[in-house]
């Protein structure tokens, strides 16, 4: 009998490693696909075999910023700065990183470096100007969006974050003429219709506030827009109005406090004590430090013949540091 041996051969196929231009080629590519991880993929193994190209580190870090890994962006960026200490997007990219992270004094060390190098670009000074916005450093921010409007004019993020400014440092008329120039240059930018609004509000043009939050509402509903149209309706006096507003800004948030809280301020002042009294719960159990919650239940308490509810209550607003002087003016607690 003869045995037949069969010899298994195993074949090895061998992939060329690719070149560093093949790789970049292909991050290139993923790039414009808006596919960052497969940017970052491609430039790890370019990075094996060349570390010393700091564009590389640049373009890496900032596919990780795409994709809100910021931390990790701001390593590569400082990396491709320690190879070229002045590269502008490493510095500009870098200060968005650090913002999204809340590092806002690097991000302005960063953005100032930046003016140093070229006090000429707009985009610099408007980012710049946002962080101090953000601050609430309104005159700083003031002074950077002119800046920036100055260097790209009519920019109409430039110009509404402008009356935005004025409008946080109540000049309110500059305000009402810079969100009239945006809405000149874009009826569908439905941001500004709520911020006009604000300003109408402030000015206690309640009717024309209105009609401006009924736009933004028709272009973007939102929880917050149906708040304020609510506000402006009950200091118009149309508390019907302002319920229905508050019903629709919970159907699209039922996990804000402040529109419970503000619906039920409503409610009190319709005399539905027992749904004011809900709503200000409701808002309390969101949210248990909101003081202002605690001494309007209060009082709605004490209505109910509920003092030692009412005083409870009080004492809690107190503690959260709400002024409650008022309320023991008329209630007097054990």
């Given at each position: 009998?003869?045995?037949?041996?069969?010899?298994?051969?195993?074949?090895?196929?061998?992939?060329?490693?690719?070149?560093?231009?093949?790789?970049?080629?292909?991050?290139?590519?993923?790039?414009?696909?808006?596919?960052?991880?497969?940017?970052?993929?491609?430039?790890?193994?370019?990075?094996?075999?060349?570390?010393?190209?700091?564009?590389?580190?640049?373009?890496?870090?900032?596919?990780?910023?795409?994709?809100?890994?910021?931390?990790?962006?701001?390593?590569?960026?400082?990396?491709?700065?320690?190879?070229?200490?002045?590269?502008?997007?490493?510095?500009?990219?870098?200060?968005?990183?650090?913002?999204?992270?809340?590092?806002?004094?690097?991000?302005?060390?960063?953005?100032?470096?930046?003016?140093?190098?070229?006090?000429?670009?707009?985009?610099?000074?408007?980012?710049?100007?946002?962080?101090?916005?953000?601050?609430?450093?309104?005159?700083?921010?003031?002074?950077?969006?002119?800046?920036?409007?100055?260097?790209?004019?009519?920019?109409?993020?430039?110009?509404?974050?402008?009356?935005?400014?004025?409008?946080?440092?109540?000049?309110?008329?500059?305000?009402?003429?810079?969100?009239?120039?945006?809405?000149?240059?874009?009826?569908?930018?439905?941001?500004?219709?709520?911020?006009?609004?604000?300003?109408?509000?402030a000015l206690g043009?309640?009717?024309?506030?209105?009609?401006?939050?009924?736009?933004?509402?028709?272009?973007?509903?939102?929880?917050?827009?149906?708040?304020?149209?609510?506000?402006?309706?009950?200091?118009?006096?149309?508390?019907?109005?302002?319920?229905?507003?508050?019903?629709?800004?919970?159907?699209?948030?039922?996990?804000?406090?402040?529109?419970?809280?503000?619906?039920?301020?409503?409610?009190n002042k319709l005399?539905?004590?027992?749904?004011?009294?809900?709503?200000?719960?409701?808002?309390?159990?969101?949210?248990?430090?909101?003081?202002?919650?605690?001494?309007?239940?209060?009082?709605?308490?004490?209505?109910?013949?509920?003092l030692d509810g009412?005083?409870?209550?009080?004492?809690?607003?107190?503690?959260?540091?709400?002024?409650?002087?008022?309320?023991?003016?008329?209630?007097?607690?054990?």
């Amino acid at each position: 009998m003869i045995r037949i041996g069969f010899i298994l051969l195993i074949a090895s196929f061998g992939f060329a490693q690719q070149s560093k231009e093949e790789l970049f080629n292909e991050s290139i590519r993923f790039c414009k696909l808006d596919d960052h991880k497969n940017v970052i993929l491609n430039l790890d193994k370019y990075i094996v075999l060349d570390s010393t190209n700091f564009d590389i580190y640049y373009r890496r870090g900032y596919s990780k910023l795409m994709i809100k890994e910021y931390e990790s962006s701001i390593v590569d960026f400082n990396k491709a700065l320690f190879l070229n200490q002045n590269h502008q997007g490493s510095l500009y990219n870098k200060a968005v990183a650090l913002k999204e992270i809340n590092k806002r004094d690097e991000a302005v060390d960063c953005l100032n470096k930046l003016i140093e190098l070229n006090p000429n670009e707009f985009n610099v000074y408007l980012r710049r100007g946002e962080i101090f916005f953000d601050k609430e450093l309104f005159d700083k921010a003031l002074s950077d969006f002119l800046i920036a409007d100055k260097l790209n004019p009519n920019y109409n993020h430039t110009v509404n974050l402008l009356a935005l400014t004025h409008y946080f440092k109540k000049n309110y008329k500059e305000a009402l003429i810079g969100f009239n120039k945006v809405v000149e240059k874009d009826e569908l930018f439905y941001k500004v219709y709520e911020n006009r609004a604000n300003v109408y509000c402030a000015l206690g043009e309640y009717l024309k506030a209105i009609k401006d939050y009924d736009k933004a509402i028709e272009l973007n509903p939102s929880g917050d827009v149906y708040n304020n149209r609510a506000y402006s309706k009950y200091l118009a006096n149309d508390l019907n109005g302002a319920l229905k507003d508050y019903e629709n800004a919970i159907l699209l948030n039922p996990k804000n406090e402040k529109y419970f809280h503000d619906r039920g301020m409503i409610y009190n002042k319709l005399g539905k004590l027992n749904e004011a009294l809900e709503d200000y719960t409701k808002a309390i159990s969101i949210n248990p430090k909101l003081k202002e919650a605690y001494i309007n239940r209060a009082v709605v308490k004490y209505k109910l013949k509920d003092l030692d509810g009412a005083c409870k209550d009080a004492k809690m607003a107190k503690e959260l540091g709400f002024d409650t002087s008022k309320f023991y003016s008329f209630v007097s607690c054990k």
